[in-house]
Each structure stands twice: as structure tokens, then as C-alpha cells.
């Protein structure tokens, strides 16, 4: 099992300019999460899915747009990106949500550079 | 007040010591305590989920204090390739049962020949 993927690693962007982050993991799991990290703030929820074809906002959903057709992708989209969005985004995924299931298994991270 | 406090460190230890790590939580319906690892620019790895009555894995011990909302991570004869950051962190719960978790800020340690 390859577990949890990201693409790509790194990326540089442009003011203004739009991509995708692609998640993708091979374990079967409902739940997935898109979090940024950010020097002295921690782990920060972006969206997250609670399966196939749903997606709502976490702690800091402005400026992403996420999307889940499939129950093993989960897309993050920035459409226009600005310097703040400057950070490591990690995506993850979990089995369930309630007791016993939640434990998240993390993505290698993708580093974004927006100048 | 955040909801997830850890003590950012660094804690710098010689080989051999033992060291505490400390985190409070502020909602008192947390259901779920995990501490988790994470080495320089890789991604954070589940160390060992909190159980009420305490737990042991290894070197590594686990407990938790409820009416305190107060979770601790023991590292006995430390070694070098624990040092790493670890992050304490909570399920809040709520009935929707969304497997949100909250994430501290991380406790960075640093062991030392």
C-alpha cells in the first residue's frame, strides 16, 4: 500500500495564478483532510469529506475550494493565489470519524511558494 | 484561549534523560488524545493514541488527567532519533462524529550525544 500521496511535492506560484493539489490514498478510507502548516500555528484544517461526492469547510476554508468524486482522490484547488497561501499543505485521510476510527494517516506534504 | 496548548520548546536533553511533555485542552467534551510525531519537514505520524487510564508503549508513556483537561507524553532514556516535534492532539467529538482532530503547535525536542 502506498498510503496517502500528494502531487506534486513542490510548486511555485505566481500572484494571481491557479493550481491543483492532488491527495490520493489507497486504503479504502471515508473521511479526508486538507490542512496547512504554518511556522508557530500549528496544523490548520482547510475542507475535509466525510465521503464520496461531500466536502465541507474547516478552521480556514477562504481563498480553497476542494473537491471529492471520488472516494480515494481529494482535490484542493486554489483559483487565484495570493503570498499568504505561502505554506506546507498536507492532506489525510481516516477511516471514521467517531472513536477508535479517527486516526489520521498523513500525506508527504506539498511545499507552495507564492511570489 | 486556543483550544489545543502545548509548550513550543525546544527541549534540549542529553542521551539517556528522561522528559515530560504537557498539553491542555480547553472543551471538556473531548473524547479522543493522540500524541503524534513529527520529524523536519515530513509528515506527522500517529506516536500513540491516550487512553484514560494511562498508557505505556515502549519507552513512551501516555496519561491523562480528565478533570484537569491536562494530557502528558513521558520519554524514558531518550535516544537520539526521538528527537522530532510532537504534537498533542484532541477530538473534540460532536454528534456528527466529523473526525475532526485539533492539532497543538508541537513540543520540539532535541537529544544530544
Known amino acids: 500500500n502506498a498510503g496517502v500521496t500528494q502531487t506534486p511535492k513542490f510548486r511555485v506560484l505566481k500572484t494571481g495564478q491557479s493550481m491543483t493539489l492532488l491527495c490520493a490514498q489507497d486504503?479504502?478510507?471515508?473521511?479526508m483532510y486538507w490542512y496547512r502548516q504554518d511556522p508557530g500555528m500549528g496544523l490548520r484544517l482547510i475542507h475535509y469529506?466525510?465521503?464520496?461526492?461531500?466536502?465541507a469547510k474547516g478552521e480556514v476554508p477562504d481563498g480553497y475550494n476542494v473537491s471529492r468524486l471520488k472516494k480515494q482522490n481529494f482535490l484542493l484547488g486554489l483559483e487565484s493565489a495570493a503570498p499568504s497561501q505561502t505554506s506546507v499543505y498536507f492532506c489525510?485521510?481516516?477511516?471514521?470519524?467517531?472513536?477508535?476510527?479517527?486516526?489520521?494517516?498523513f500525506g508527504p506534504g506539498t511545499r507552495l511558494l507564492v511570489l | 484561549r486556543k483550544e489545543v496548548e502545548q509548550d513550543p520548546g525546544p527541549f534540549n536533553v542529553p542521551e539517556g534523560a528522561t522528559v515530560a511533555f504537557n498539553c491542555t485542552y480547553s472543551n471538556s467534551a473531548s473524547q479522543s488524545f493522540f500524541w503524534y510525531r513529527q520529524d523536519c519537514r515530513k509528515e506527522p505520524k500517529l506516536l500513540m493514541s491516550v487512553y484514560s487510564s494511562g498508557n505505556e508503549d515502549g519507552r513512551f508513556t501516555a496519561q491523562l488527567n480528565r478533570a484537569s483537561q491536562y494530557i502528558s507524553l513521558l520519554i524514558r532514556d531518550s535516544k537520539l532519533s526521538d528527537s522530532a516535534t510532537y504534537l498533542c492532539?484532541?477530538?473534540?467529538?460532536?454528534?456528527?462524529?466529523?473526525?475532526?482532530?485539533?492539532f497543538g503547535q508541537g513540543t520540539t525536542l532535541q537529544v544530544k550525544p
Open positions: 486504503m479504502n478510507h471515508e473521511y
Open positions: 489525510a485521510s481516516s477511516y471514521g470519524g467517531g472513536a477508535g476510527e479517527e486516526t489520521q494517516y
Open positions: 469529506s466525510v465521503g464520496e461526492g461531500t466536502t
Open positions: 492532539v484532541v477530538n473534540m467529538g460532536t454528534s456528527s462524529n466529523t473526525g475532526k482532530l485539533i
